[in-house]
């Protein structure tokens, strides 16, 4: 069951991804020319994208995959083109459509099928592989342990998931984002490291048996995550 932390949070991140947000996102994830700031953080997301791909099989046909927040879509339409269906899955509509539209006509047999909502929403069904890319970087750790107990209850095979690293760098840059108005400020992060991650995954019992496999940290200027690999043990 989702806590009123995770339901807050959520409220504040659909209200900012689809609305405050929208055009940045757009640019962002688009070729378009950004500032020094927003290269950064556009480098450092193809990265880590490219990480977590890695990290899937090479060949997905056959296989289900979650894309939870899956933003404007490129991760997605990169697994289908491995064979993959895909779910993916966002709390706004406005970047669900945008990725809809960017969606090519050929993705190598592949599916994907998107939609708005709850990534823990059971209705989903059940996958052989999860994928959450910057989705959970805004949650408290234990809610990041409950959302992945969630999750493993339907996953076959590995969660491949971010979250903000505790870093110096970080902690400055979370710092300033509270100097801009209310209005104007991103959800804030919520940085945990690796280790304080685990000791929460094992007080949640529908989280035994599983473990994190292997983690790479990104960092590029204004962009730092570090990706995780969980997988039963």
């Known amino acids: 069951m989702a806590t009123a932390t995770y339901i807050s949070r959520r409220g504040e991140l659909e209200t900012y991804f689809d609305r405050t947000a929208v055009d940045a996102w757009k640019r962002l994830t688009s070729d378009a020319p950004v500032g020094r700031i927003r290269a950064t953080v ?3 997301r193809d990265t880590m994208r490219d990480t ?3 990290w899937l099989p090479g060949d997905m046909r056959g296989l289900r ?5 899956c933003g404007t879509g490129a991760l997605a339409v990169e697994a289908a083109r491995r064979g993959a269906d895909v779910l993916a899955i966002d ?3 406005t970047l669900v459509e945008l990725a809809r539209e960017r969606t090519p006509g050929d993705l190598n047999g592949g599916r994907i099928e998107f939609a708005v909502g709850d990534m823990l929403d059971p209705a989903l069904g059940r996958f052989d592989h999860v994928v959450a890319m910057d989705s959970l970087i805004h949650y408290e750790g234990q809610d990041i342990a409950r959302t992945l ?7 076959a095979g590995s969660m491949v998931v971010t979250i903000a690293p ?3 760098a970080l902690t400055v840059m979370h710092a300033m984002g509270r100097m801009f108005p209310r209005g104007d400020r991103a959800p804030a992060i919520e940085p945990i490291a690796p280790a304080a991650l685990a000791r929460q995954m094992r007080a949640r019992g529908g989280l035994n048996g599983w473990r994190i496999n292997r983690d790479h940290r990104v960092s590029r200027g204004f962009y730092i995550s570090h990706a995780l690999e969980i997988a039963r043990s």
């Open 149 to 155: 107990e969630s999750l493993a209850s339907r996953t």
């Open 42 to 44: 556009r480098a450092g």
């Open 52 to 54: 977590l791909l890695s």
């Open 65 to 69: 995959l979650l894309d939870a927040g």
């Open 91 to 93: 709390i706004s509509p």
């Open 166 to 168: 505790r870093t110096p």
